[in-house]
T-cell receptor
Framework: DVKVTQSSRYLVKRTGEKVFLECVQD?????MFWYRQDPGLGLRLIYF???????EKGDIPEGYSVSREKKERFSLILESASTNQTSMYLC???????????FGSGTRLTVV | RKEVEQDPGPFNVPEGATVAFNCTYS??????FFWYRQDCRKEPKLLMS???SGNEDGRFTAQLNRASQYISLLIRDSRLSDSATYLC??????????FGSGTKLNVKP
């Protein structure tokens, strides 16, 4: 089975801190994605990448950046964390010709 | 307008009941459709793909109506373990997946 691993399950950070969320997949998937999930709003796409060093903005990229230096790793960066970035962050990966995503177990980030 | 819309529920049904969820999508060019299941405080997991001719996997049946741009999921003989949130998913350009907000199902004894 494809495994998508997110480095932290729970994180608490202070307003203004720079935050790194790491995601690693082990099945050579081309595509990787970062979503945030909030009650009543569902999953919203922040950024995605379809190749190393490639990145595309999703629907809500403001306040975030990403890095994909290696195929297996896709990092989400909060340049200056704010309380409205408190959320569940989900990383996913997929094959270009595949059917469906595989998700990591999520990182619940609280910004205080 | 949202890409994918679902009734948030909750649907409260007794064990053994049959329950159906619908979802509508806005992009008529969409080609791939899925249902995901998400348990409380867990990540979404693929339940089943939805094929044009409709498909069945045990107690679960998925159907696609392209003309009306909706997808349905039917669960027969509901079990307590079916309690979860069911997410409708539509694949767009660049392998982007658009998720509905989910329909919550509570199966009661």
């Amino acid at each position: 089975d494809v495994k998508v691993t997110q480095s932290s399950r729970y994180l608490v950070k202070r307003t203004g801190e720079k935050v790194f969320l790491e995601c690693v997949q082990d099945m050579d998937h081309e595509n990787m994605f970062w979503y945030r999930q909030d009650p009543g709003l569902g999953l919203r796409l922040i950024y995605f990448s379809y190749d190393v060093k490639m990145k595309e903005k999703g629907d809500i990229p403001e306040g975030y950046s990403v890095s994909r230096e290696k195929k297996e790793r896709f990092s989400l960066i909060l340049e200056s964390a704010s309380t409205n970035q408190t959320s569940m962050y989900l990383c996913a990966s997929s094959l270009t010709q595949g059917r469906g995503y595989t998700f990591g177990s999520g990182t619940r980030l609280t910004v205080v | 307008r949202k890409e994918v819309e679902q009734d948030p529920g909750p649907f409260n049904v007794p064990e053994g009941a049959t329950v159906a969820f619908n979802c509508t999508y806005s992009n008529s060019a969409s080609q791939s459709f899925f249902w995901y299941r998400q348990d409380c405080r867990k990540e979404p997991k693929l339940l089943m793909s939805v094929y044009s001719s409709g498909n069945e996997d045990g107690r679960f049946t998925a159907q696609l109506n392209r003309a009306s741009q909706y997808i349905s999921l039917l669960i027969r003989d509901s079990r307590l373990s079916d309690s979860a949130t069911y997410l409708c998913v539509v694949k767009g350009d660049f392998n982007k997946f658009y998720f509905g907000s989910g329909t919550k199902l509570n199966v009661k004894p």
